[in-house]
Protein backbone atom coordinates (compact mmCIF):
# COMPACT_ATOMS: atom_id res chain seq x y z
CA UNK A 1 0.00 0.00 0.00
CA UNK A 2 1.16 3.48 -0.64
CA UNK A 3 2.63 6.34 1.94
CA UNK A 4 -0.73 7.93 2.59
CA UNK A 5 0.01 11.32 1.37
CA UNK A 6 -2.89 12.87 2.96
CA UNK A 7 -5.07 12.79 5.62
CA UNK A 8 -8.70 14.47 6.19
CA UNK A 9 -10.24 15.06 9.47
CA UNK A 10 -13.81 15.33 9.85
CA UNK A 11 -15.63 15.81 13.26
CA UNK A 12 -19.06 14.97 13.37
CA UNK A 13 -22.13 15.15 15.97
CA UNK A 14 -25.57 14.41 14.94
CA UNK A 15 -24.69 14.98 11.45
CA UNK A 16 -26.66 11.88 10.26
CA UNK A 17 -28.25 14.51 6.74
CA UNK A 18 -25.16 15.88 5.73
CA UNK A 19 -22.25 12.87 6.30
CA UNK A 20 -23.18 11.21 2.90
CA UNK A 21 -23.09 14.72 0.43
CA UNK A 22 -19.87 15.16 2.62
CA UNK A 23 -18.34 12.34 2.07
CA UNK A 24 -18.96 12.30 -2.22
CA UNK A 25 -17.46 16.13 -2.01
CA UNK A 26 -14.44 14.86 0.02
CA UNK A 27 -13.75 11.58 -2.46
CA UNK A 28 -14.15 13.89 -5.40
CA UNK A 29 -11.73 16.77 -3.97
CA UNK A 30 -9.20 13.77 -2.70
CA UNK A 31 -9.26 11.61 -5.21
CA UNK A 32 -7.78 14.84 -8.32
CA UNK A 33 -4.93 14.53 -5.46
CA UNK A 34 -1.61 13.64 -6.37
CA UNK A 35 -1.19 10.41 -3.70
CA UNK A 36 -2.98 8.35 -1.36
CA UNK A 37 -5.09 9.44 0.77
CA UNK A 38 -7.43 8.62 3.75
CA UNK A 39 -10.83 10.14 5.21
CA UNK A 40 -10.75 9.91 9.15
CA UNK A 41 -14.27 10.73 10.67
CA UNK A 42 -14.56 11.30 14.36
CA UNK A 43 -18.03 10.21 15.60
CA UNK A 44 -18.38 12.47 18.84
CA UNK A 45 -21.48 10.49 20.66
CA UNK A 46 -23.86 11.41 18.18
CA UNK A 47 -27.60 10.34 19.13
CA UNK A 48 -28.74 9.65 15.58
CA UNK A 49 -27.39 7.49 12.61
CA UNK A 50 -24.07 9.09 12.24
CA UNK A 51 -22.19 6.18 13.63
CA UNK A 52 -24.26 3.54 11.68
CA UNK A 53 -23.79 5.89 8.50
CA UNK A 54 -20.03 6.06 9.01
CA UNK A 55 -19.72 1.85 9.33
CA UNK A 56 -21.25 1.84 6.03
CA UNK A 57 -19.11 4.47 4.52
CA UNK A 58 -15.64 2.46 6.09
CA UNK A 59 -17.21 -0.72 4.83
CA UNK A 60 -17.75 0.70 1.18
CA UNK A 61 -14.93 2.29 0.89
CA UNK A 62 -10.95 1.63 1.76
CA UNK A 63 -9.98 5.26 2.57
CA UNK A 64 -12.34 5.47 5.35
CA UNK A 65 -11.32 5.20 9.08
CA UNK A 66 -14.40 5.87 11.30
CA UNK A 67 -13.16 5.93 15.33
CA UNK A 68 -16.38 6.32 17.87
CA UNK A 69 -16.02 8.18 20.97
CA UNK A 70 -17.51 6.53 24.33
CA UNK A 71 -19.95 9.58 24.77
CA UNK A 72 -19.88 13.00 23.50
CA UNK A 73 -16.18 14.88 24.21
CA UNK A 74 -16.53 17.96 22.12
CA UNK A 75 -15.36 19.11 18.77
CA UNK A 76 -11.86 20.03 19.75
CA UNK A 77 -11.63 16.63 20.99
CA UNK A 78 -13.07 15.11 18.02
CA UNK A 79 -10.51 17.12 16.19
CA UNK A 80 -7.32 15.81 18.46
CA UNK A 81 -8.52 12.56 17.77
CA UNK A 82 -8.57 12.21 14.46
CA UNK A 83 -5.06 14.30 14.45
CA UNK A 84 -3.49 11.88 16.83
CA UNK A 85 -4.80 8.96 14.14
CA UNK A 86 -3.83 10.88 11.04
CA UNK A 87 -0.64 9.52 9.07
CA UNK A 88 -0.66 11.79 6.06
CA UNK A 89 2.31 14.04 5.65
CA UNK A 90 -0.84 16.44 5.20
CA UNK A 91 -3.53 16.75 7.39
CA UNK A 92 -6.77 18.71 6.92
CA UNK A 93 -9.10 19.68 9.03
CA UNK A 94 -12.70 19.83 8.03
CA UNK A 95 -16.37 20.03 9.79
CA UNK A 96 -18.89 18.04 7.90
CA UNK A 97 -21.33 20.28 7.70
CA UNK A 98 -19.80 21.80 4.43
CA UNK A 99 -20.14 25.12 4.94
CA UNK A 100 -16.28 25.03 4.48
CA UNK A 101 -16.35 23.53 0.84
CA UNK A 102 -14.10 20.99 0.20
CA UNK A 103 -13.27 22.31 -3.52
CA UNK A 104 -10.68 24.56 -1.62
CA UNK A 105 -8.40 21.95 -0.38
CA UNK A 106 -6.73 21.85 -3.85
CA UNK A 107 -5.67 25.46 -3.36
CA UNK A 108 -4.38 24.49 0.40
CA UNK A 109 -2.01 21.70 -0.90
CA UNK A 110 -0.74 24.16 -4.29
CA UNK A 111 -0.09 26.13 -1.11
CA UNK A 112 1.83 23.57 0.93
CA UNK A 113 3.73 22.35 -2.06
CA UNK A 114 5.08 25.53 -2.54
CA UNK A 115 6.60 25.69 1.26
CA UNK A 116 3.49 27.06 3.45
CA UNK A 117 3.47 24.58 6.40
CA UNK A 118 -0.37 25.36 7.65
CA UNK A 119 -2.83 27.13 5.20
CA UNK A 120 -5.88 28.05 6.46
CA UNK A 121 -9.30 28.91 5.37
CA UNK A 122 -9.88 32.40 5.88
CA UNK A 123 -13.49 34.06 5.53
CA UNK A 124 -14.06 36.35 2.85
CA UNK A 125 -18.19 35.84 3.12
CA UNK A 126 -20.47 34.44 5.82
CA UNK A 127 -23.84 33.21 4.29
CA UNK A 128 -26.38 32.42 6.04
CA UNK A 129 -25.34 33.78 9.42
CA UNK A 130 -27.03 36.50 11.64
CA UNK A 131 -25.67 39.77 12.01
CA UNK A 132 -25.47 39.09 16.00
CA UNK A 133 -22.94 36.00 15.46
CA UNK A 134 -21.00 38.32 12.96
CA UNK A 135 -20.26 40.86 14.37
CA UNK A 136 -19.71 38.85 17.89
CA UNK A 137 -17.48 36.72 16.04
CA UNK A 138 -15.58 39.83 14.24
CA UNK A 139 -15.20 41.17 17.79
CA UNK A 140 -13.73 38.05 19.50
CA UNK A 141 -11.03 37.43 16.86
CA UNK A 142 -9.63 40.73 17.62
CA UNK A 143 -10.21 40.63 21.07
CA UNK A 144 -8.13 36.98 21.27
CA UNK A 145 -5.52 38.72 18.78
CA UNK A 146 -5.26 41.39 21.72
CA UNK A 147 -4.99 39.39 24.79
CA UNK A 148 -3.31 36.64 23.64
CA UNK A 149 -0.60 38.94 21.54
CA UNK A 150 -0.24 36.62 19.29
CA UNK A 151 -0.34 36.78 15.03
CA UNK A 152 -3.38 34.46 15.01
CA UNK A 153 -5.20 35.21 12.10
CA UNK A 154 -8.76 36.82 12.02
CA UNK A 155 -12.10 35.00 10.66
CA UNK A 156 -10.69 31.57 10.48
CA UNK A 157 -12.00 28.56 12.16
CA UNK A 158 -10.44 25.03 11.83
CA UNK A 159 -10.36 24.50 8.60
CA UNK A 160 -6.73 24.35 6.92
CA UNK A 161 -3.83 21.83 6.22
CA UNK A 162 -1.35 21.31 8.41
CA UNK A 163 2.57 19.98 7.66
CA UNK A 164 3.10 16.70 9.08
CA UNK A 165 5.67 18.62 11.68
CA UNK A 166 3.73 20.80 12.50
CA UNK A 167 0.68 17.99 13.34
CA UNK A 168 3.01 16.43 15.75
CA UNK A 169 3.94 19.34 17.77
CA UNK A 170 0.36 20.56 17.98
CA UNK A 171 -0.20 16.19 18.90
CA UNK A 172 2.46 16.89 21.94
CA UNK A 173 0.27 19.58 23.54
CA UNK A 174 -1.65 17.33 26.24
CA UNK A 175 -3.46 20.44 27.50
CA UNK A 176 -7.30 19.59 28.54
CA UNK A 177 -9.05 22.19 27.57
CA UNK A 178 -8.26 22.55 23.89
CA UNK A 179 -8.31 25.69 21.15
CA UNK A 180 -7.04 23.73 18.29
CA UNK A 181 -6.92 26.98 16.22
CA UNK A 182 -4.87 28.97 18.83
CA UNK A 183 -2.12 25.87 19.46
CA UNK A 184 -1.80 25.86 15.56
CA UNK A 185 -0.62 29.64 15.36
CA UNK A 186 1.36 29.03 18.76
CA UNK A 187 3.65 26.47 17.39
CA UNK A 188 4.60 28.88 14.63
CA UNK A 189 6.34 27.85 10.92
CA UNK A 190 4.87 29.53 7.72
CA UNK A 191 1.26 29.80 7.95
CA UNK A 192 -0.26 31.23 4.51
CA UNK A 193 -4.50 32.01 4.13
CA UNK A 194 -6.75 30.89 1.63
CA UNK A 195 -9.75 33.00 0.97
CA UNK A 196 -12.97 31.47 0.92
CA UNK A 197 -16.69 31.85 1.04
CA UNK A 198 -18.10 30.17 3.52
CA UNK A 199 -22.07 28.76 2.62
CA UNK A 200 -24.49 28.33 4.34
CA UNK A 201 -25.77 24.67 6.05
CA UNK A 202 -28.34 22.89 3.47
CA UNK A 203 -28.32 20.04 5.84
CA UNK A 204 -29.70 19.46 9.41
CA UNK A 205 -28.89 22.43 12.05
CA UNK A 206 -25.82 23.82 13.86
CA UNK A 207 -25.04 22.25 16.33
CA UNK A 208 -22.66 24.86 17.84
CA UNK A 209 -24.76 27.25 19.85
CA UNK A 210 -24.47 29.75 21.58
CA UNK A 211 -23.36 28.10 24.98
CA UNK A 212 -20.53 26.31 23.07
CA UNK A 213 -19.29 28.96 21.22
CA UNK A 214 -18.48 30.94 24.30
CA UNK A 215 -17.37 27.62 25.82
CA UNK A 216 -14.88 27.80 22.96
CA UNK A 217 -14.13 31.71 23.21
CA UNK A 218 -13.66 31.38 26.38
CA UNK A 219 -11.31 28.69 26.63
CA UNK A 220 -8.88 30.21 24.02
CA UNK A 221 -8.94 33.57 25.69
CA UNK A 222 -7.97 31.28 29.09
CA UNK A 223 -5.66 29.44 27.28
CA UNK A 224 -3.49 31.71 25.30
CA UNK A 225 -3.32 35.07 27.89
CA UNK A 226 -2.87 36.28 31.53
CA UNK A 227 -4.09 39.46 30.64
CA UNK A 228 -7.74 38.78 32.05
CA UNK A 229 -6.16 38.05 35.38
CA UNK A 230 -4.30 41.46 35.24
CA UNK A 231 -7.04 43.59 34.60
CA UNK A 232 -7.98 43.52 37.75
CA UNK A 233 -5.14 46.04 39.02
CA UNK A 234 -6.00 48.94 36.52
CA UNK A 235 -9.79 48.14 37.83
CA UNK A 236 -9.07 48.50 41.23
CA UNK A 237 -6.98 51.73 40.93
CA UNK A 238 -9.62 53.13 39.09
CA UNK A 239 -12.06 51.97 41.78
CA UNK A 240 -10.18 53.20 44.74
CA UNK A 241 -9.88 56.65 43.34
CA UNK A 242 -13.31 56.86 42.41
CA UNK A 243 -13.90 56.07 46.06
CA UNK A 244 -11.65 58.35 47.69
CA UNK A 245 -13.38 61.06 45.54
CA UNK A 246 -16.62 60.00 46.42
CA UNK A 247 -15.54 60.48 49.94
CA UNK A 248 -14.82 63.55 49.78
CA UNK A 249 -17.94 64.91 48.62
CA UNK A 250 -19.91 63.04 51.00
CA UNK A 251 -17.75 64.71 53.45
CA UNK A 252 -18.35 68.05 52.06
CA UNK A 253 -22.27 67.18 51.61
CA UNK A 254 -22.14 66.16 55.47
CA UNK A 255 -21.29 69.95 55.98
CA UNK A 256 -23.44 71.63 53.48
CA UNK A 257 -26.78 69.27 54.68
CA UNK A 258 -27.05 67.17 51.49
CA UNK A 259 -25.88 63.94 52.92
CA UNK A 260 -29.20 62.04 52.65
CA UNK A 261 -29.70 62.55 49.05
CA UNK A 262 -26.06 61.63 48.31
CA UNK A 263 -26.64 57.88 49.85
CA UNK A 264 -28.22 56.99 46.34
CA UNK A 265 -24.97 57.03 44.35
CA UNK A 266 -23.27 55.79 46.99
CA UNK A 267 -25.10 52.57 47.21
CA UNK A 268 -25.19 52.44 43.63
CA UNK A 269 -21.27 52.80 43.47
CA UNK A 270 -21.47 49.83 45.98
CA UNK A 271 -23.41 47.32 43.93
CA UNK A 272 -21.05 48.60 40.87
CA UNK A 273 -18.11 47.36 43.42
CA UNK A 274 -19.76 43.90 44.07
CA UNK A 275 -20.58 43.36 40.88
CA UNK A 276 -16.30 43.92 39.52
CA UNK A 277 -15.80 41.68 42.39
CA UNK A 278 -17.51 39.15 41.37
CA UNK A 279 -16.34 39.34 37.96
CA UNK A 280 -12.68 39.20 38.92
CA UNK A 281 -13.71 36.12 41.33
CA UNK A 282 -15.11 34.69 38.00
CA UNK A 283 -11.97 35.11 36.24
CA UNK A 284 -9.82 33.98 38.72
CA UNK A 285 -12.04 30.73 38.97
CA UNK A 286 -11.76 29.93 35.42
CA UNK A 287 -8.19 29.75 35.76
CA UNK A 288 -7.88 27.93 38.67
CA UNK A 289 -10.81 25.37 37.31
CA UNK A 290 -8.66 24.71 34.65
CA UNK A 291 -5.83 24.28 36.51
CA UNK A 292 -7.52 21.56 38.15
CA UNK A 293 -8.70 19.76 35.17
CA UNK A 294 -4.82 19.77 33.94
CA UNK A 295 -4.52 18.52 37.61
CA UNK A 296 -6.36 15.28 37.28
CA UNK A 297 -4.87 14.35 33.83
CA UNK A 298 -7.54 12.41 32.60
CA UNK A 299 -7.53 11.75 28.83
CA UNK A 300 -8.98 14.42 26.25
CA UNK A 301 -11.22 11.45 25.11
CA UNK A 302 -11.79 7.77 25.10
CA UNK A 303 -12.56 5.87 22.08
CA UNK A 304 -15.17 2.88 22.00
CA UNK A 305 -14.11 1.22 18.46
CA UNK A 306 -12.28 2.15 15.38
CA UNK A 307 -14.01 0.74 12.27
CA UNK A 308 -11.40 0.40 8.82
CA UNK A 309 -10.88 -2.19 6.00
CA UNK A 310 -7.52 -1.72 7.03
CA UNK A 311 -5.68 -3.47 9.28
CA UNK A 312 -4.82 -1.48 12.83
CA UNK A 313 -1.44 -0.69 13.56
Wanted: zero cysteines; a neutral charge.
Amino acid sequence: MERVKYSVVVPAYNEEEVLPHTHKRLTAVMQGLDGEYEIIYVNDGSRDNTLAILKELAKDDPHVVAIDFSRNFGQQAAVTAGMHRAKGQAVILIDADLQDPPEVIPQMVERWRQGADVVYGKRKLRKGETFFKKITSKLYYRLFRFLSGSNAPLDTGDFRLMDRKVVDEVGSMTEHNRYIRGMISWVGFKQEPVEFIREEREYGETKYGFHQMLRLAIDGIVGFSLKPLTIAIPFGVFLMAASFLALIIEVVLLFTGGLYGALYPLLTGLFFLMGVLLVILGILGGYVGRIYDEAKARPNYIINEIISQKEED
